[in-house]
């Protein structure tokens, strides 16, 4: 099983920046991916951002730019510094990681959840 620890949501003024963090730790044999997503109310869940254990990263165009992605991989954890943050950014964020584990699973797993907000 895989356990992810996020933390670094909060509220923001419009133009501000937060940094968001996410640990990945348990019976991990390999990690693939991790990245992150958001869901703001009433819209479906997106992806913001992802990195392979390769260094490849892929970003979803709203936030090209303003966002980084940022991985570990001795330390198993990712990372997201967000700049020049809108109110359109708003939204719960979720790390996801996809893993194998040392009995050989593998799948996709989720953080709880961090709150963005982003207001005046």
């Known amino acids: 099983q895989v356990q992810l620890v996020e933390s670094g949501g909060g509220l923001v003024q419009p133009g501000g920046s937060l940094r968001l963090s996410c640990a990945a730790s348990?019976?991990?044999?390999?990690?693939?991916?991790m990245g992150w997503y958001r869901q703001a109310p009433g819209k479906q869940r997106e992806l913001v951002a992802a990195?392979?254990?390769?260094?490849?990263?892929n970003y979803a165009d709203s936030v090209k730019g303003r966002f980084t992605i940022s991985r570990d991989n001795a330390k198993n954890t990712v990372s997201l510094q967000m700049n020049s943050l809108k109110p359109e950014d708003t939204a719960v964020y979720y790390c996801?990681?996809?893993?194998?584990?040392?009995?050989?699973?593998?799948?996709?797993?989720w953080g709880q959840g961090t709150q963005v907000t982003v207001s005046s």
């Open positions: 996801n990681v996809e893993a194998r584990t040392i009995v050989g699973v593998r799948g996709y797993y």
């Open positions: 348990g019976t991990i044999f390999s990690i693939y991916v």
């Open positions: 990195g392979t254990s390769g260094g490849s990263t």
